[in-house]
């Protein structure tokens, strides 16, 4: 028998914060991939596929409660599981 999880469609819009409204756990569950412009990328916080936006964290700047800030790179987005 086959006992492996089916993997959940990705959504349009994801978020690794776990405050976020964007965020789904079920999804975590599995290897997420995202791609911007054809090149993976490993650092991206959020991502929207529709409006071709991700969100990757500056290097050392820090928002008031000690997280970092997102900078916004916009391009061709896709989704996948690895």
């Given at each position: 028998?086959?006992?492996t999880k089916s ?5 349009d ?5 776990e ?12 290897n ?6 054809g090149k993976?990328r490993?650092?991206?916080e959020?991502?929207?596929?529709s409006?071709?936006?991700?969100k ?8 008031r409660?000690g997280?970092p800030?997102l900078m916004?790179?916009?391009g061709t ?5 690895k």
């Amino acid at each position: 028998m086959n006992d492996t999880k089916s993997q959940p469609a990705l959504p349009d819009r994801l978020s690794c914060n776990e405050n976020s409204p964007y965020h789904v756990e079920e999804i975590f569950e599995h290897n997420v991939g995202v791609r911007l412009n054809g090149k993976e990328r490993n650092d991206v916080e959020e991502y929207c596929i529709s409006e071709g936006w991700v969100k990757v964290a500056a290097p050392k700047a820090l928002d008031r409660r000690g997280q970092p800030l997102l900078m916004k790179l916009k391009g061709t987005v896709e989704a996948f599981y690895k």
